[in-house]
C-alpha cells in the first residue's frame, strides 16, 4: 500500500554500479527526514541487496547517505500510523502483502500480532539484517547520526568509515529499547562500553566506537568519501570475488557460531511482548499520545533531562546545561 505523503521507496534508496571496478553504490536520499528509510523503502534495501548478492558485476557495496547524516533510525511516525491505520493494509505491506491477496492480519491482542513482524526483521528480505547474509563485501560510510536501523547496518557492515563527527546509537534505549539487535553490537562493541551504552542511553563518538575496534579508519568529514573509495577500490581490486565469496561464508559461520541469528531471533521475541513493559513515573513511552504530539518534540524534551554529553542531538549538545 503506496503512501503519498512519503517519496516512494525508489526515491529514497538509489542504486548504480559500476561494471569497470565492480563497485555498486546505494545511496539513501531522504535528507529531510535525516535518511529514515520507510517500511517500503526496507523492503527495497533488502531486494537490492540481494540483487547486489547474485550480480557478477558487484563484488563491493558502498552505502552512504546523503545530507549531514547517515541517518537517525527508521521511519518511527510511520510504524505508528500504521498500527493507527482503520485497516491492517500498511501492516501487511511491510511483510511484502497486500489486502488483497486475501491475507488476514493477526488480530490485536494477539501475541503474532506484534511477534509477526518482529519475527520478520530477522529475515534478510525484510531489510534490517540484510546484510548479515550478504555474499559480497559491504562498506558504510558513516557521518553525522548513525542511530537506529543506521546502527543495525554499522554493526552488519564488513568495513565502517567514519567522519570525525560521528554519533552511534540507538535512540529506543531512551524511551523504549528492550533488545534491538544487542546481541550484535555487544560482539562488536565489547560487553561493558555496550552496556554503558545502552543503561545510559548516550550516544558514543567516532573516536570512542574506534577504539571499540567498531571502525576501521575515521577521517575528518571533508576526506570521507576519498577514504571510503580508497578502501572500496583496494577491495575491489584484491581476491577474486569466488574467493570472497568463500571468506565470507566463513565469517558467516564465525557469527552464527557467535549465535548473531539466536540474537535477531532473541530480539523478536522481547520486542513482541515489549507493549507489557510498564512505564515509570515520567518515562517517555511511544504511545499514541506520544505520536500526536510529535515524536520529535517527545523526544527532544526527554533528550535535555540529560547532561549535555549524554544528549542524542547535536543541537542539545551544544546547548550545554542551560538548556
Known amino acids: 500500500m503506496a503512501d503519498s505523503t512519503r517519496p516512494s521507496a525508489e526515491e529514497i534508496i538509489r542504486y548504480e554500479k559500476d561494471p569497470r571496478t565492480k563497485i555498486a553504490t546505494l545511496t539513501l536520499d531522504r535528507p529531510d527526514a535525516l535518511n529514515a528509510p520507510t517500511a517500503a523503502a526496507r523492503l527495497r534495501f533488502g ?4 540483487r547486489a548478492n547474485v550480480d557478477d558485476e558487484v563484488k563491493v557495496l558502498v552505502i552512504r547517505g546523503i545530507g549531514d547524516d547517515l541517518g ?3 521511519d518511527i511516525t510511520e510504524t505508528m500510523e500504521m498500527h493507527a ?8 505491506s511491510e511483510l511484502g ?9 493477526p488480530p490485536k491482542g494477539s501475541y503474532r500480532y506484534g511477534g509477526t513482524p518482529s ?6 528480505g525484510a531489510g534490517c539484517r540484510s546484510l548479515q547474509d550478504f555474499k559480497k563485501i559491504s562498506i558504510l560510510e558513516v557521518k553525522g547520526y548513525c542511530y537506529g536501523w543506521h546502527f543495525y547496518q554499522a554493526a552488519d557492515a564488513d568495513l565502517v568509515i567514519s567522519a570525525d563527527d560521528a554519533l552511534f546509537g540507538h535512540p529506543s534505549f531512551r524511551y523504549v529499547g ?15 562500553k555496550f552496556q554503558e551504552m545502552v543503561f545510559t542511553g548516550r550516544p558514543f563518538t567516532a573516536l570512542e566506537m574506534y577504539e571499540c575496534n567498531f571502525l576501521n579508519s575515521v577521517v575528518p568529514r571533508d576526506e570521507l568519501e576519498k577514504e571510503v573509495e580508497k578502501y572500496a577500490l583496494a577491495c575491489a581490486r584484491t581476491r577474486p570475488t569466488d574467493t570472497v565469496f568463500m571468506q565470507k561464508v566463513f565469517f558467516e559461520i564465525f557469527k552464527q557460531h557467535q549465535g548473531e541469528y539466536m540474537g535477531s531471533l532473541l530480539t523478536g521475541l522481547f520486542e513482541s511482548v515489549g507493549g507489557m513493559a510498564r512505564a515509570d513515573d ?28 549524554f544528549r542524542l542531538s547535536r ?6 546545561e542551560d538548556s
Do not use: I, K
Not at 502483502?97 to 492480519?105: K, M, P, Q, T
Open 72 to 74: 537517525s533510525g527508521a
Open 178 to 192: 528492550w533488545a534491538p539487535r544487542m546481541w550484535t553490537w555487544a560482539q562488536t562493541m565489547g560487553l561493558r
Open 282 to 309: 515520567h518515562d517517555l513511552m511511544l504511545d499514541e499520545e506520544t505520536v500526536n504530539g510529535g515524536v520529535p518534540n517527545a523526544v527532544r524534551s526527554n533528550d535535555d533531562r540529560f547532561p549535555p554529553d
Open 85 to 92: 491505520a482503520p485497516t491492517a493494509g500498511p501492516l501487511l
Open 315 to 320: 543541537s542539545g549538545r551544544e546547548r550545554g
Open 97 to 105: 502483502l497486500d489486502e488483497e491477496d486475501d491475507v488476514r492480519y
Open 119 to 124: 519475527q520478520w526483521y530477522a529475515n534478510p
Open 47 to 50: 531486494d537490492l541487496l540481494h
